[in-house]
């Protein structure tokens, strides 16, 4: 029977697939923003003007770095677990060697807080006039921490 079902799995290679795609997509976009900062940091009016914000270019970057990571981690993750299960994981970095659909969970769980943090950090940098409903962002990534912290706490 378990023979029947395996060719099935490499219908995952059309999600790793897209998904590597989506990260390739957000590390272009990154670098275009790194530039557009860097260009901005190197003109003649170094200052921050309104309307150039050069750091907060950089930042965006670093958004897309991240939103690009989660991308690699779960495509990556993905084909590890149901496309190369039975391969040895030497090639592998022994951060994304998961076994497990568990592992891969916390694996994002945790790069997820770190995007979302960074996130939040450049969103609160764009505003200046902060609202309560600016809180949701934080108030979010403290529950996520705080579950995580339980799940761990648990095992």
Known sequence: MLNKITPFRYIYAVAVIFTLINAV????????KSIKGYKGFFRSDFLVTEGHHPGLHLLEALDAFMISLVFM???LGIARLFIFDKTEGKTIPKWLNVY??????????RT????LVTFSVTDFLK?????WEDLILPLIIL????SLFLVHKRE
Request: glycine share 8%; charged share 10%; no cysteine.
């Open 112 to 115: 997820i807080l770190f995007a």
């Open 73 to 75: 981690i779960f495509g």
């Open 127 to 131: 505003d200046n006039a902060l609202t």
């Open 25 to 32: 997509f957000f590390i272009g976009s990154g670098v275009a």
């Open 100 to 109: 497990s659909l568990e592992e891969l969970k916390v694996l994002l769980w």
């Open 143 to 146: 529950i996520l921490a705080a």
